[in-house]
């Protein structure tokens, strides 16, 4: 039998998840006049971000998302979901740091956020990986 706690935990993800497809769709969806409106840091990092860390962007949270439908669920697929969701956090973030240089631009605090996502990944992966574990998914 799956704890009251289980489902408390997998609606807290479904709610971070869903405010995460939330931000993703207000900046993709934002016209140029709202990204003019963005601090300076944010706006020059949106406007050179390529389609492919947008992307990026898209399937973390989408395929976050889905991992916690999947947990409210009750099935095997949150694990490869969550993974797939902590590969877009890896590429989008990746791009932010690694080429875009993201973190000399816009100092070592910009970095405190990204690695906050990137720990709730890991811990939406984890927690598949015991539930699975518990046989709490099928």
Same mark, same amino acid.
């Given at each position: 039998? =799956?704890?009251?706690?289980?489902?408390?935990?997998?609606?807290? &993800?479904?709610?971070?998840?869903?405010?995460?497809?939330?931000?993703?769709?207000?900046?993709?969806?934002? *016209?140029?006049?709202?990204?003019?409106?963005?601090?300076?840091?944010?706006?020059?990092?949106?406007?050179?971000?390529?389609?492919?860390?947008?992307?990026?962007?898209? =399937?973390?949270?989408?395929?976050?998302?889905?991992?916690?439908?999947?947990? @409210?669920?009750?099935? @095997?697929?949150a694990g490869?979901?969550?993974?797939?969701? &902590?590969?877009?956090?890896?590429?989008? /973030?990746?791009?932010? /740091?690694?080429?875009?240089?993201?973190?000399?631009?816009?100092? @070592? *605090? *910009?970095?405190?956020f990204p690695? /906050?996502?990137?720990? =709730?990944?890991?811990?939406?992966?984890?927690?598949?990986?015991? *539930?699975?574990?518990?046989?709490?998914?099928?």
């Amino acid at each position: 039998m =799956v704890p009251v706690w289980y489902w408390i935990v997998s609606a807290i &993800l479904l709610i971070w998840n869903a405010i995460g497809c939330a931000a993703c769709y207000s900046q993709i969806a934002a *016209s140029p006049d709202k990204i003019a409106q963005y601090p300076e840091g944010q706006r020059d990092a949106w406007i050179a971000m390529p389609v492919t860390a947008r992307a990026a962007y898209v =399937v973390a949270v989408g395929a976050g998302l889905l991992g916690a439908v999947a947990l @409210l669920l009750e099935s @095997l697929a949150a694990g490869p979901l969550f993974i797939a969701s &902590l590969v877009g956090v890896i590429v989008q /973030f990746g791009w932010f /740091f690694a080429v875009y240089k993201g973190m000399s631009k816009a100092g @070592l *605090s *910009s970095a405190a956020f990204p690695v /906050f996502i990137a720990l =709730v990944a890991l811990g939406e992966i984890g927690f598949a990986c015991a *539930s699975k574990a518990q046989g709490w998914l099928a």
